[in-house]
């Protein structure tokens, strides 16, 4: 068991200016002792990150790596056209209406998006 003093309180994944504005970034991460593919997303201020992965058959979101698929402002699940909102994750369309990507806790930080633990 993990003692609180091993735990970070937050761990640097990009920095704001690397992060174009309406545009998905894939950053990879230790999330619970697995290495992730973080999706974060920025519209002007608000910052938002995910899994890469899609609640519908738990595959990848992006066609090739970093590469994904947009219609108005939607993020496309490239195997199966699953629609999620960048906001807030939702699914609007496709096999898994209703469900949500994973969120990933992440704060602004001096210019810096980081990992909340």
Request: charged share 20%.
């Amino acid at each position: 068991m993990a003692s609180d003093a091993m735990k970070s309180v937050s761990r640097t994944l990009i920095s704001v200016a690397e992060l174009p504005n309406k545009q998905i970034v894939v950053v990879n991460a230790d999330i619970d002792g697995e290495n992730e593919a973080i999706l974060l997303y920025r519209d002007n201020a608000d910052i938002q990150a995910y899994l890469n992965i899609c609640p519908h058959a738990g595959r990848r979101l992006d066609y090739a790596p970093g590469k994904f698929l947009m219609q108005d402002g939607d993020l496309v699940c490239a195997a199966h056209g699953a629609t999620f909102r960048m906001d807030n994750g939702q699914c609007v369309a496709g096999p898994c209406r209703g469900a949500s990507l994973r969120s990933v806790p992440v704060q602004l930080l001096e210019g810096q998006v980081c990992l909340m633990d």
